[in-house]
């Protein structure tokens, strides 16, 4: 990375404003999945050991510019608190003058959280004003907030305008493994592209197309792909404005060499539920009044034996709706194959198929499992991200 990181500067003694993404998923006022906060641990540890006095900030949801209770950071405190085995102190708000109190008590080594920068309207618009602010607490501005990197907001963006800015170690890391993917990667290459909708990957398979040697498709998105190809999808997800541009999607593969795989059959279902009647069929028999959930056992065959050779696996989007047990099976089958295949580097592109990757109980069995769902997107889409880019060159 040619971006500076937190080793390149001196930070004993100086107050440290630490972007991190500590936006997790919550239920009922409860954390249920924590990864986040642990993936910022490395960096949190070394700015305490170095003795900075460490001024973390985060997002948490969507609230708009307003504040919203429910969106407090004071549980990730206490977790956090758990985590580093050391108090963990949160201001109630982001900027102003008791938080630059609470800053002024601090020693080195302290650590404290400010609230939700999402309860600000600057923060969304990078307002220069908000983004002052936030300098005026710190003397070093470091990003560690991979899964917010792809926005221009005050917090990732503005404030590495008035401070010397760099990179966390997860940060560094993402950045590593994804860039090294997109502009050196080891071959046979492939990629595996599912979720929902073509719309939302479209960026994503243009650019993947210049790159790999396999591009592997699943999820709903795959049957526009199939009626593309002139067969029916009965109730499947279909976007019939999206029909020619999976064609030419297939053509370009064609004249770039690349192996283009969809499904060869799939499990189809008589209506949206886990307890629905369900079957599997070829692919080109899927009947009118039923839908396809999940790619069916045959695809899931061809699809491992596709992992199994390859060096380098990026994995964004599940096969199927694997929320419901009885539509997991593909997902769990690229996953079983990417955990079984050693050879295999696999990256797996955050948001739902890092969520599969957990819910199989097969993380720790990935190389790299992005914090990142609409950041490694766009990485994977070759966009610049404009919190990496606000940072200061080597
Ligand atoms: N065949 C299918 N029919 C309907 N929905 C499907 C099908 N296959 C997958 N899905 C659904 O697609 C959703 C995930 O797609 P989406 O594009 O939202 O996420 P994603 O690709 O994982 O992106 P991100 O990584 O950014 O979260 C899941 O909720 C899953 O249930
Ligand atoms: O969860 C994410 O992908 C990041 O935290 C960014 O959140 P956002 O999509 O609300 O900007």
Same mark, same amino acid.
């Given at each position: 990375?040619?971006?500076?990181?937190?080793?390149?500067?001196?930070?004993?003694?100086?107050?440290?404003?630490? !972007?991190?993404?500590?936006?997790?998923?919550?239920?009922?006022?409860?954390?249920?999945?924590?990864?986040?906060?642990?993936?910022?641990?490395?960096?949190? !540890?070394?700015?305490?050991?170095?003795?900075?006095?460490?001024?973390?900030?985060?997002?948490?949801?969507?609230?708009?510019?307003?504040?919203?209770?429910? $969106?407090?950071?004071?549980?990730?405190?206490?977790?956090?608190?758990?985590?580093?085995?050391?108090?963990?102190?949160?201001?109630?708000?982001?900027?102003?003058?008791?938080?630059?109190?609470?800053?002024?008590?601090?020693?080195?080594?302290?650590? $404290?959280?400010?609230?939700?920068?999402?309860? /600000?309207?600057?923060?969304?618009?990078?307002?220069?004003?908000?983004?002052?602010?936030?300098?005026?607490?710190?003397?070093?501005?470091?990003?560690?907030?991979?899964?917010?990197?792809? !926005?221009?907001?005050?917090?990732? &963006?503005?404030?590495?305008? /008035?401070?010397?800015?760099?990179?966390?170690?997860?940060?560094?890391?993402?950045?590593?493994?994804?860039?090294?993917?997109?502009?050196?990667?080891?071959?046979?290459?492939?990629?595996?592209?599912?979720?929902?909708?073509?719309?939302?990957?479209?960026?994503?398979?243009?650019?993947?197309?210049?790159?790999?040697?396999?591009?592997?498709?699943?999820?709903? $998105?795959?049957?526009?792909?199939?009626?593309?190809?002139?067969?029916?999808?009965?109730?499947?997800?279909?976007?019939?404005?999206?029909?020619?541009?999976?064609?030419?999607?297939?053509?370009?593969?064609?004249?770039?060499?690349?192996?283009?795989?969809?499904?060869?059959?799939?499990?189809?279902?008589?209506?949206?539920?886990?307890?629905?009647?369900?079957?599997?069929?070829?692919?080109?028999?899927?009947?009118?009044?039923?839908?396809?959930?999940?790619?069916?056992?045959?695809?899931?065959?061809?699809?491992?034996?596709?992992?199994?050779?390859?060096?380098?696996?990026?994995?964004?989007?599940?096969?199927?709706?694997?929320?419901?047990?009885?539509?997991?099976?593909?997902?769990?089958?690229?996953?079983?194959?990417?955990?079984?295949?050693?050879?295999? /580097?696999?990256?797996?592109?955050?948001?739902?198929?890092?969520?599969?990757?957990?819910?199989?109980?097969?993380?720790?069995?990935?190389?790299?499992?992005?914090?990142?769902?609409?950041?490694?997107?766009?990485?994977? &889409?070759?966009?610049?991200?404009?919190?990496?880019?606000?940072?200061?060159?080597?």
């Amino acid at each position: 990375m040619n971006k500076k990181t937190i080793q390149d500067v001196d930070v004993k003694g100086k107050r440290v404003f630490c !972007r991190v993404d500590f936006n997790v998923p919550m239920e009922n006022g409860a954390i249920t999945d924590d990864t986040r906060i642990r993936a910022a641990l490395p960096t949190i !540890r070394y700015l305490i050991e170095q003795g900075a006095k460490v001024i973390l900030a985060s997002h948490l949801g969507r609230p708009k510019g307003k504040v919203v209770e429910e $969106l407090r950071l004071n549980a990730v405190a206490e977790r956090l608190s758990e985590l580093l085995g050391k108090q963990v102190v949160k201001t109630d708000e982001a900027y102003g003058e008791a938080v630059k109190t609470a800053i002024a008590g601090m020693k080195e080594g302290d650590v $404290l959280l400010l609230e939700n920068v999402r309860f /600000y309207p600057g923060e969304e618009k990078n307002d220069p004003e908000l983004a002052k602010a936030f300098a005026e607490l710190a003397d070093i501005y470091v990003n560690d907030a991979f899964g917010a990197a792809h !926005r221009a907001h005050a917090s990732t &963006e503005g404030i590495a305008h /008035y401070l010397p800015a760099v990179a966390g170690f997860l940060m560094e890391k993402e950045i590593e493994v994804l860039g090294k993917a997109l502009s050196n990667p080891e071959r046979p290459f492939t990629a595996i592209i599912g979720g929902a909708k073509v719309k939302d990957k479209i960026g994503v398979i243009e650019n993947l197309l210049n790159k790999v040697d396999n591009l592997i498709i699943g999820g709903g $998105l795959a049957y526009t792909f199939v009626k593309a190809l002139g067969h029916e999808v009965g109730k499947s997800l279909l976007e019939e404005d999206k029909i020619e541009l999976a064609k030419s999607f297939m053509e370009k593969a064609k004249e770039k060499g690349v192996n283009f795989y969809m499904p060869v059959d799939a499990v189809v279902a008589d209506r949206f539920a886990n307890d629905a009647n369900t079957k599997v069929v070829a692919i080109d028999a899927i009947p009118s009044d039923w839908e396809a959930l999940d790619i069916g056992p045959k695809t899931c065959e061809l699809y491992r034996d596709v992992i199994m050779k390859s060096k380098l696996v990026v994995w964004n989007g599940p096969m199927g709706v694997f929320e419901m047990d009885a539509f997991a099976g593909g997902t769990k089958a690229v996953a079983q194959a990417l955990a079984d295949a050693a050879d295999t /580097y696999s990256v797996i592109g955050g948001g739902d198929s890092a969520a599969a990757v957990e819910k199989f109980g097969l993380a720790d069995k990935m190389d790299h499992i992005s914090t990142g769902g609409g950041a490694s997107l766009e990485f994977m &889409e070759g966009k610049q991200l404009p919190g990496v880019v606000a940072l200061n060159d080597k």
